[in-house]
């Protein structure tokens, strides 16, 4: 992290050494960033898309398990939208939108069929689409690709069909602030290149689609590139966010001792086909949990393994293990997780898979309508970035590559919309940023202190202690440079979780408070907003706020 710098030194102006125009500037090249962008091109759209990685690089190609969609024709007998529906509220523990589940949920057959049609080749079983059940769902409904591969096969369909239509692509480029007019809306963005070089987009229309804030904590499933940029552009921009409390910690990643960053998942689709979880000496850590067992959502099974864990002989151990013996043909079926148990000397056929919780998605996130809308004119977000009412307090499995594809699709359908309509700002208007830095604390001690403190199991005066190391640890930083901007992202949205997770003084879906351990109904069923004040610091805002909105 650069060093701290003086009053005169975070005034001075953004120089850009060079200028580019738009309609649409989407950040991020993800499954609703690549959606939105191809399908602004195809409305009529100038678009371009900006990516601080490659292309390819982004947060979806790492999703293994599938596509949660109601086909006709490749589903259940019983099984409809509205009971996709229903199970997607159960997860959501009270917190999700009802009308904007149901809406995304009944968009989601023709975004895959539409994705489909454009290359992309999913599992197939007896002449018709493999599926499979995972966590939390009442029918077998998640399709699947390269068995473990989903993500990366609709990100290559994706990739390829961007190619195709000549979609231009700013690789390398990181997004920093939002140019906004003396309105207060958005009308472009600054950004970097890998050396620091600042330019800037000017747009009718942002589209932030840019991922997870997963870096927030030591071990995570997420890639090194997941650190929240586009949440804390968002806040610096004027935009609230909401449930960024709720950060759902994936029940199975294999554990690695002493591991850091990304790590391997263990899709949850091997408990959907018989795998079972067992502590050290081979007892159910989730016998008498859930009426689900092993298939109980999310939060439900990343707590008992926390609690199993808690309870292991001598204080807590580091892992649990995935009993994946009894199923058949495990390498064939799940060649990711196989590759990475071989590595580590594991055999799934005999050995049981080491695994433990990590941070792994973003239920929270920038306040949107169904269809990408932000409370801020100019700005949009879609995917895991957004928070549009589909998730609630914890989400349901395989949900958010439909969401991406489907929100992906909708925001730039609302861009055209907006800008036929003449509701969006003139981006010649747009004003650079006055200031150039932001505080940000070192990124070790940040990740270590919101993994003790903040990960599954928070109380308050582990809270308050968090907030307190980031307070001592936090300086003004220039953002001169990629780590710098990523530093000042994990920075604000690690103060905003604290927070939030210090004010829900309850326990809801994957916010667990060990000092509050029942959910409060009646004081709590609700969302909390976030937005900036004055000085940027984030504080509770009207829960009037997402009326209207999502």
């Known amino acids: 992290m650069t060093g701290p710098v003086n009053d005169q030194q975070a005034k001075t102006p953004l120089c850009p050494r060079w200028e580019a125009r738009a309609d649409l500037v989407v950040i991020g090249s993800g499954v609703a960033g690549l959606t939105a962008a191809l399908r602004a091109r195809e409305l009529g759209l100038h678009v371009l898309v900006v990516t601080k990685a490659a292309v390819a690089d982004g947060n979806t190609r790492w999703a293994q398990g599938g596509v949660a969609v109601v086909l006709d024709g490749e589903r259940d007998a019983d099984d409809t939208v509205e009971k996709h529906t229903a199970d997607t509220l159960t997860a959501g523990a009270g917190l999700c939108d009802e009308d904007a589940v149901r809406s995304i949920l009944l968009g989601g057959p023709a975004a895959v069929n539409a994705l489909r049609a454009n290359g992309a080749v999913f599992d197939h079983e007896s002449g018709g689409l493999s599926r499979t059940r995972e966590g939390g769902h009442s029918a077998f409904r998640v399709i699947h690709a390269g068995g473990d591969a989903t993500g990366a096969e609709v ?29 207060g809306e958005v009308s472009g963005v600054t950004v970097l290149d890998r050396n620091g070089v600042p330019g800037v987009v000017r747009a009718s229309a942002v589209v932030l689609a840019s991922g997870g804030i997963g870096q927030l904590y030591q071990a995570t499933s997420n890639p090194e590139i997941a650190t929240g940029d586009g949440l804390a552009l968002a806040l610096r921009a004027g935009a609230t966010v909401a449930d960024i409390e709720f950060l759902q910690f994936h029940p199975t990643v294999l554990f690695t001792p002493g591991a850091r960053g990304r790590c391997p998942l263990v899709t949850e689709a091997v408990r959907g086909e018989g795998g079972t979880l067992v502590d050290g000496a081979g007892a159910s850590v989730m016998a008498g949990v859930h009426p689900l067992g092993d298939l109980a959502p999310r939060d439900v099974v990343a707590a008992a393994i926390t609690r199993r864990q808690a309870l292991a002989p001598g204080g807590i151990d580091d892992h649990v293990f995935l009993d994946a013996t009894g199923i058949p043909g495990f390498a064939k079926r799940f060649p990711t997780v196989y590759a990475a148990c071989q590595a580590l000397g594991i055999d799934p056929a005999v050995d049981g898979i080491p695994v433990t919780p990590a941070a792994h998605f973003s239920c929270g996130g920038v306040v949107t309508t169904a269809d990408g809308r932000s409370t801020v004119r100019g700005l949009y977000a879609a995917g895991e970035v957004a928070r549009t009412g589909l998730h609630g307090a914890n989400r349901l499995a395989s949900n958010s590559l439909l969401e991406g594809l489907v929100v992906g699709q909708r925001a730039a359908e609302a861009v055209a919309a907006d800008l036929a309509a003449g509701l969006l700002p003139d981006p010649s208007r747009g004003r650079l940023p006055e200031r150039t830095s932001a505080p940000a604390a070192e990124r070790d001690a940040l990740q270590r202190v919101m993994s ?6 928070r109380d308050a005066d582990g809270l308050a202690a968090a907030g307190s190391v980031l307070d001592l640890s936090t300086q003004d930083s220039p953002l001169w440079t990629h780590k710098a901007v990523e530093d000042a992202a994990l920075t604000l949205v ?57």
């Open 494 to 550: 690690a103060q905003a979780m604290l927070s939030a997770a210090a004010l829900r003084t309850e326990s809801r879906g994957c916010h667990v408070r060990s000092d509050f351990p029942e959910r409060d109904e009646n004081r709590w069923r609700r969302s909390q907003v976030i937005r900036l004040s004055p000085s940027g610091q984030p504080v509770l805002a009207e829960a009037a706020s997402l009326e209207g909105v999502a």
């Open 452 to 457: 003790r403190y903040a990960a599954i199991g």
């Open 155 to 183: 990100e290559r369909t994706l990739v390829a069909q961007a190619g195709e239509r000549r979609i231009p692509v700013l690789e390398h480029h990181i997004a920093v602030d939002a140019l906004r007019t003396p309105a």
